[in-house]
Nanobody
Framework: QVQLVESGGGLVQPGGSLRLSCAAS????????MDWYRQAPGKQRELVAS???????SYADSVKGRFTISRDNAVNTVYLQMNSLKPEDTAVYYC?????????WGQGTQVTVSS
């Protein structure tokens, strides 16, 4: 089991940037996949970005070219750099860790994109 704590959310204008951080309670070196999900009001939770234990990344089509996921195993932290933010990016963003037969979640951080 791993505890995850997200930070970095907030209110930003359209076109702005935010960087989310996800701090893990233990080493993430061997975790199969570290992921960022988001959930907007009235919508299902959706996968935004993933990074594997070997650094392979994948993104939802809606964020490709704007968001970048990265991980720093030395400090057990995963990041989500979000650029060119749009109002439709408004959601609660959740960090998640997937290992064999287990997925752990953080508590989420609110991102609001509005003028």
């Amino acid at each position: 089991q791993v505890q995850l704590v997200e930070s970095g959310g907030g209110l930003v204008q359209p076109g702005g940037s935010l960087r989310l951080s996800c701090a893990a309670s233990r080493s993430i070196f061997s975790i199969n996949s570290m992921d960022w999900y988001r959930q907007a009001p009235g919508k299902q939770r959706e996968l935004v970005a993933s990074i594997s234990s070997v650094g392979r990344t994948s993104y939802a089509d809606s964020v490709k070219g704007r968001f970048t996921i990265s991980r720093d195993n030395a400090v057990n932290t995963v990041y989500l750099q979000m650029n060119s933010l749009k109002p439709e990016d408004t959601a609660v963003y959740y960090c998640s860790a997937f290992s064999v037969a287990r997925r752990d979640w953080g508590q989420g951080t609110q991102v609001t994109v509005s003028s």
